[in-house]
Structures are given as structure tokens and as C-alpha cells.
């Protein structure tokens, strides 16, 4: 298969897992096909790809099943926000 960047042979196929929205309004997509080169070393989705990914988003109520999932938040330490906020203060 040709990359679609660099126009080069090497374009291997991989499943991904991908995550749109949050909360309530969360949608996991699997088996995304995620296109990589070994040329030029570029990921990419096609546009057929990302054309069905937002028709699975548009018709996600006829397309998505419910699963019991367990999703994680990744929490950031209190101490470290606020030296942000403050380092954020000294540049401006
Ligand atoms: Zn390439």
C-alpha cells in the first residue's frame, strides 16, 4: 500500500481504540484503522476513515451499543495546578 504523504510503499494497517467526547457524552470507537509508514514514519486516518468516524458519531444512538466500561480519570495533584497558575501569573 501507497502513503498517502510521501507517496512511498510501507503503509501497515493498525486497530486503535479511540475516545470522543466525555462524561455523558462519551463514545468509544474500536477498530479504527490507523494508517502508519515506515518511510516517512507519519500515522495517519484516511478520509474515508475520519468520514465514518463522524457518521458513527452522527448515528451514534443506531450504532453504539452500551457496555459497561470502566474509565479512569487521570488526576492532577492540587499543588501542581496551582504552581501552574502561578508560573502562568509570573509570564503574563
Ligand atoms: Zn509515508
Not at 470522543?20 to 457524552?25: D, L
Not at 475520519?50 to 452522527?58: F, G, M, Y
Amino acid at each position: 500500500m501507497k502513503c498517502d504523504l510521501c507517496n512511498e510503499e510501507g503503509v501497515h494497517i493498525h486497530l486503535m481504540t479511540r475516545s470522543y467526547g466525555k462524561g455523558e457524552n462519551l463514545l468509544v470507537i474500536e477498530n479504527i484503522p490507523v494508517m502508519t509508514c515506515q518511510h516517512c514514519g507519519e500515522s495517519y486516518l484516511t478520509a474515508e476513515t475520519l468520514h465514518e468516524i463522524e457518521r458513527i458519531k452522527l448515528h451514534r444512538q443506531s450504532f453504539a451499543i452500551t457496555r459497561p466500561v470502566a474509565v479512569a480519570g487521570f488526576s492532577i495533584p492540587h499543588d501542581a495546578l496551582n504552581r501552574n497558575i502561578h508560573s502562568n501569573t509570573l509570564q503574563a
